[in-house]
């Protein structure tokens, strides 16, 4: 049988052994990937990924299995313990699979891998590395994607997702003698291989910074101070924030401090966030939800007022709050600021490159080490600074904002700018 008939006969079984709804997923990748490590490519290789996600909703009661084999005796197995694991579950009236939409069928980039074009991108990297940045020690691929995604259900939803692209990564650090740097990486999802691997996101920076930081220095004392985060940071920042204030669990347990703060000004009023699937210029960009929705895009933040929670089916109809038909291709606005400008300004802080830390605390308390980071003094970078300290509150943060760059780096899964924050605890 095909996958679609797999998909339709599981639906079908599940209902005549007594499930009320059926939900089920399906997501066949083939990958094709060309590796290298330090100065040669050493390995091409192919391989497929498939998994198959079903769910069971009866008597208000909800349950999930997930596959990676399609036979029949596998299939059968998991009808039953997925029936069983819904009797035995805890009823909940919010439960629900999408309801009938338009069937549709959606197609996306380059679906045969450029073979001579990935090898030409490294060999290009392999040599610049030998001869700009000799301390360079790095490794990664390039790896082409195609995946079919197909979702089902038994209210007669029926969606297929084709898409392709490219993934460059890239993990690195530097040695001379005994002196060695933190590790660092890199990555770029793209519809395309027009770009060189120094070209990807931040690499260029970010490699010259690993090869700076084999010359780190102790930051002079503790202080309270200012902040500039890279691309990369502003995203794994704001994705906490969401993660943690904005989500099901967070609003639906009311222990949310955005909890009631739709509509209200919660940040500084330069900042404007959305997530938008449908965005033509992000290769992860999707045009369905895992839950079987046609994607949206949605404002999350603008002009620093909360615009919406983003909550999923079973969160909007748990709360009665509407539900976020997005999720992930975060887009923050660029501002009007120069970075060498945000630099300026700066009376004595740091530029954080990477961040190491824990999930923050119910309040947005953080606290965290700053990697691969430099320190800031009236206005002009000193030095490469050793693993420093950093704390603070996220809300706090994306309050006290002194500058948004013009310049945007966009990693084919977001799109961020520079951002400059004060009121942070810098500790030696």
Same mark, same amino acid.
Request: charged share 25%.
């Given at each position: 049988?095909?996958?679609?008939?797999?998909?339709?006969?599981?639906?079908?079984?599940?209902?005549?052994k007594g499930a009320d709804k059926v939900a089920v997923s399906s997501s066949i990748s083939n990958l094709e990937e060309l590796?290298?490590?330090?100065?040669?490519?050493? %390995?091409?290789?192919?391989? /497929?990924?498939?998994? =198959?996600?079903?769910?069971?909703? &009866? @008597?208000?009661?909800?349950? +999930?299995?997930?596959?990676?084999?399609?036979?029949?005796?596998?299939?059968?197995?998991?009808?039953?313990?997925?029936?069983?694991?819904?009797?035995?579950?805890?009823?909940?009236?919010?439960?629900?699979?999408?309801?009938?939409?338009?069937?549709?069928?959606?197609?996306?980039?380059?679906?045969?891998?450029?073979?001579?074009?990935?090898?030409?991108?490294?060999?290009?990297?392999?040599?610049?590395?030998?001869?700009?940045?000799?301390?360079?020690?790095?490794?990664?691929?390039?790896?082409?994607?195609?995946?079919?995604?197909?979702?089902?259900?038994?209210?007669?939803?029926?969606?297929?997702?084709?898409?392709?692209?490219?993934?460059?990564?890239?993990?690195?650090?530097?040695?001379?003698?005994?002196?060695?740097?933190?590790?660092?990486?890199?990555?770029? %999802?793209?519809?395309?291989? /027009?770009?060189?691997? =120094?070209?990807?996101?931040?690499? &260029? @920076?970010?490699?010259?910074? +690993?090869?700076?930081?084999?010359?780190?220095?102790?930051?002079?004392?503790?202080?309270?101070?200012?902040?500039?985060?890279?691309?990369?940071?502003?995203?794994?920042?704001?994705?906490?924030?969401?993660?943690?204030?904005?989500?099901?669990?967070?609003?639906?347990?009311?222990?949310?401090?955005?909890?009631?703060?739709?509509?209200?000004?919660?940040?500084?009023?330069?900042?404007?966030?959305?997530?938008?699937?449908?965005?033509?210029?992000?290769?992860?960009?999707?045009?369905?939800?895992?839950?079987?929705?046609?994607?949206?895009?949605?404002?999350?933040?603008?002009?620093?007022?909360?615009?919406?929670?983003?909550?999923s089916y079973f969160g909007s109809r748990k709360t009665g709050l509407p539900m976020s038909k997005a999720g992930g291709c975060?887009?923050?606005?660029?501002?009007?600021?120069?970075?060498?400008?945000?630099?300026?300004?700066?009376?004595?802080?740091?530029?954080?490159?990477?961040? +190491?830390?824990?999930?923050?605390?119910?309040?947005?308390?953080?606290?965290?080490?700053?990697?691969?980071?430099?320190?800031?003094?009236?206005?002009?970078?000193?030095?490469?600074?050793?693993?420093?300290?950093?704390?603070?509150?996220?809300?706090?943060?994306?309050?006290?904002?002194?500058?948004?760059?013009?310049?945007?780096?966009?990693?084919?899964?977001?799109?961020?700018?520079?951002?400059?924050?004060?009121?942070?605890?810098?500790?030696?």
């Amino acid at each position: 049988m095909s996958t679609k008939e797999i998909m339709q006969y599981i639906i079908s079984k599940l209902l005549e052994k007594g499930a009320d709804k059926v939900a089920v997923s399906s997501s066949i990748s083939n990958l094709e990937e060309l590796q290298f490590d330090c100065n040669e490519i050493d %390995l091409l290789r192919g391989y /497929d990924e498939n998994n =198959l996600v079903i769910k069971v909703i &009866k @008597d208000n009661k909800a349950a +999930s299995i997930s596959l990676n084999q399609m036979n029949e005796d596998v299939i059968e197995t998991a009808l039953d313990q997925v029936l069983a694991d819904a009797e035995n579950s805890q009823p909940d009236e919010a439960y629900d699979i999408s309801p009938k939409q338009d069937a549709g069928s959606f197609s996306m980039g380059p679906l045969e891998p450029d073979r001579d074009r990935m090898y030409f991108l490294i060999d290009e990297f392999l040599t610049e590395r030998k001869q700009n940045y000799p301390a360079l020690n790095a490794e990664g691929n390039i790896m082409h994607y195609r995946s079919r995604e197909r979702y089902f259900n038994s209210n007669g939803v029926d969606f297929e997702e084709i898409q392709g692209g490219y993934i460059y990564s890239l993990m690195f650090s530097s040695r001379i003698g005994k002196k060695v740097s933190s590790f660092n990486h890199s990555y770029g %999802l793209y519809l395309d291989l /027009d770009r060189s691997f =120094l070209d990807v996101g931040m690499t &260029k @920076d970010l490699i010259e910074q +690993s090869v700076a930081s084999l010359e780190c220095q102790s930051i002079p004392e503790t202080f309270e101070g200012d902040v500039i985060l890279v691309p990369g940071l502003v995203r794994e920042f704001f994705g906490s924030l969401i993660g943690h204030q904005l989500s099901d669990h967070a609003i639906i347990s009311g222990n949310s401090i955005l909890k009631g703060k739709k509509g209200e000004k919660v940040l500084h009023e330069s900042i404007n966030l959305c997530s938008d699937p449908l965005a033509k210029d992000l290769a992860e960009s999707y045009f369905v939800t895992s839950e079987g929705f046609r994607s949206e895009k949605v404002e999350i933040f603008k002009a620093g007022v909360l615009q919406n929670y983003m909550l999923s089916y079973f969160g909007s109809r748990k709360t009665g709050l509407p539900m976020s038909k997005a999720g992930g291709c975060l887009i923050m606005q660029p501002g009007e600021d120069k970075l060498k400008d945000m630099i300026k300004n700066v009376k004595k802080g740091l530029i954080v490159v990477r961040f +190491s830390g824990g999930n923050p605390s119910i309040n947005g308390d953080f606290s965290g080490v700053a990697k691969n980071s430099y320190y800031i003094e009236d206005g002009e970078i000193k030095y490469p600074v050793n693993e420093t300290m950093i704390s603070g509150n996220l809300l706090q943060l994306f309050n006290n904002v002194n500058g948004i760059s013009d310049e945007i780096i966009n990693n084919g899964d977001c799109k961020m700018p520079w951002l400059s924050c004060s009121a942070v605890t810098i500790s030696k």
